[in-house]
């Protein structure tokens, strides 16, 4: 759970206090900020003002165990310089070891032979939160991964999220509130106004 505590941030958050559980949608008009958001998290930007904690003694930014706490992803751009990559030397890449065989590879059939260019969409997503899992990283960052899915992905998208949700932290950006998403997440949240409001059901958000 991200608990925010009377952050301001730009022109994104004014004065915000509220908890963020894992797995969460955060829902918002373009250009509203929510890839700002995220990149906050990411990269641990100074807050205007106060503080977020990622478990009740432990701020962001100052991790205990001295690693990166959040994994950030761009589908639209995951992969590009990969392509012709096997996935043995991405994961080393990015873990400096060899390539593990974790139980999301035994339930996606992922193998560090394959090529990155032969996955799905969805299964790239996949790959990288398994490359985040084995570094211990606790947040899962996707900016607005529902518009690189198509149907048949957005279906195993969410019943990932279902069954791999109480593993990892995840927080999910979109500019519109997905069919079936509140079975898959926690909580959605809308970003306007410079505040995170919480929703049930959402359906007059449908289109933002």
Same mark, same amino acid.
């Given at each position: ?50 503080? *977020?904690?990622?478990? !009740?003694?432990? /701020? ?11 994994? =950030? &992803? ?65 947040? *899962?960052?996707?900016? !607005?991964?529902? /518009? ?11 019943? =990932? &999220? ?47």
């Amino acid at each position: 759970m991200l608990t925010f505590q009377n952050v301001s941030y730009k022109k994104i958050l004014y004065n915000v206090t509220i908890e963020i559980p894992g797995t969460s949608y955060i829902i918002g008009r373009n250009q509203i900020g929510k890839t700002d958001l995220l990149q906050m998290l990411f990269y641990q930007k100074k807050l205007t003002e106060g503080e *977020i904690h990622l478990q !009740e003694n432990i /701020k962001l930014g100052h991790s205990v165990l001295g690693r990166r706490q959040a994994f =950030f &992803l761009v589908p639209e751009n995951i992969g590009l310089k990969w392509k012709d990559f096997k996935l043995y030397t991405v994961y080393r890449l990015f873990t400096k070891k060899s390539f593990v065989v974790s139980g999301l590879c035994l339930d996606y059939h992922l193998d560090g032979q394959m090529y990155f260019h032969q996955l799905s969409h969805f299964l790239k997503l996949v790959f990288y939160t398994h490359i985040a899992m084995t570094m211990k990283i606790p947040i *899962i960052l996707y900016d !607005e991964p529902f /518009k690189i899915l198509d149907f048949e992905e957005r279906s195993q998208f969410l019943d =990932f &999220l279902k069954k791999w949700g109480n593993t990892l932290l995840f927080v999910i950006t979109g500019n519109r509130m997905e069919p079936d998403i509140s079975q898959s997440v926690q909580q959605t949240f809308l970003l306007d106004s410079r505040t995170l409001i919480p929703l049930k059901g959402g359906e007059k958000y449908a289109n933002l």
